[in-house]
């Protein structure tokens, strides 16, 4: 195990039990370190990382169809795009299928919901990142009553069948839940609007979306209850500490991946023959 955890990521994390309106966003749970440990931690564990991904990679190219698909969900602001930039930012760009899911296209709402959703999973070998994700379907779509309950309710069982799919096909799921208080976010969203760097990050919405807090809270609780399952189990990330955040996630991923058991891909050919033809040559 890492150093500074008591637990591991996948255990200390795990939604089971959690009540989100209980949550402490700062808290960094199964890890005793500060942020000065976390920040080395997350460096090493990085290097980590990406040498795993390299192996799934490599072994991709072999043809192994084994993949990983890390799905982000959270409120605005919570980090999704840190978690991107930082974590995923941290491998190799090659071997990484990156899709993020916004307000359906009306391309896409002639189709159902996973029609987006499938078109975009990582090829073998592959890490995938959705940020956002099918999960809009249970979250946004049920607070704003964006069709009827009668619609978005059988949802929570389809998606559970679908991910059941995707175990099957050898594609490891590693679905994060990210959450910051309404004070984090508030500070989130004032820094956007004072730094020009960041206004690209503001959307007036968000501010109105902060009335519907209770709802999402509900929303979130129900995802976690009824769509976190043994093949693809939910994590929650206290996200006020985006140094706690990022190495979490990081973690979950090197443990999913370790999990494989990847090897390098055997050579597909004579060495020795080959070495000879080389000298030869
Ligand atoms: P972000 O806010 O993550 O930076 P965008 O600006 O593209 O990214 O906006 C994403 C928006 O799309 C969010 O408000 C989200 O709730 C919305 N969205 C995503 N999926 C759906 C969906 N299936 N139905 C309705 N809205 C959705």
């Known amino acids: 195990m890492a150093k500074y955890w008591t637990t591991p990521a996948v255990e200390a994390l ?3 039990g959690v009540r989100i309106s209980e949550l402490d966003t700062s808290a960094t749970p199964g890890f005793t370190g500060d942020k000065a440990a976390g920040v080395e931690s997350l460096a090493e564990r990085t290097a980590v ?4 991904q390299e192996k799934l990679y490599a072994n ?3 043809g192994d169809k084994r993949s990983v698909l890390l799905v982000l969900q959270g409120m605005d602001t919570a980090g999704k795009g840190g978690i991107v930039r930082h974590v995923i930012g941290s ?8 899709a993020a899911f916004g307000v359906p296209t009306p391309e896409e709402k002639r189709h159902h919901y996973l029609w987006r959703i499938r078109k975009a999973l990582p090829r073998g070998g592959q890490l995938g990142v959705f940020d956002r994700s099918h999960y809009e379907d249970v979250l946004v779509v049920r607070v704003h009553d964006l069709v009827p309950r009668s619609e978005w309710e059988p949802r929570y069982d389809e998606i559970n069948a679908f991910e059941q799919e995707l175990a099957d096909e050898d594609t490891t799921v590693v679905k994060v839940a990210m959450f910051v208080s309404l004070d984090e976010q508030k500070r989130r969203l004032r820094e956007r609007l004072e730094r020009p760097d ?3 990050k503001f959307n007036p919405s968000d501010i109105d979306e902060r009335a519907y807090w209770p709802a999402y809270q ?7 209850e009824r769509t976190s399952t043994d093949v693809a189990p939910w994590y929650v990330i206290p996200a006020d500490r985006k140094w706690f955040a990022r190495l979490a996630i990081t973690e979950l991923l090197v443990e999913a991946l370790e999990t494989l058991d990847l090897d390098w891909p055997k050579a597909g050919f004579d060495i020795q023959e080959q070495l000879r033809r080389l000298e030869q040559a």
Request: aromatic letters at 10%; zero cysteines; glycine letters at 10%.
């Open 49 to 52: 990382l990406s040498g795993l």
């Open 14 to 16: 795990r939604a089971d």
């Open 218 to 224: 509900e929303a979130y609780q129900a995802m976690l």
């Open 60 to 62: 991709g190219r072999s």
């Open 91 to 98: 491998v190799d760009p090659q071997g990484v299928d990156h």
């Open 198 to 200: 960041k206004y690209w």
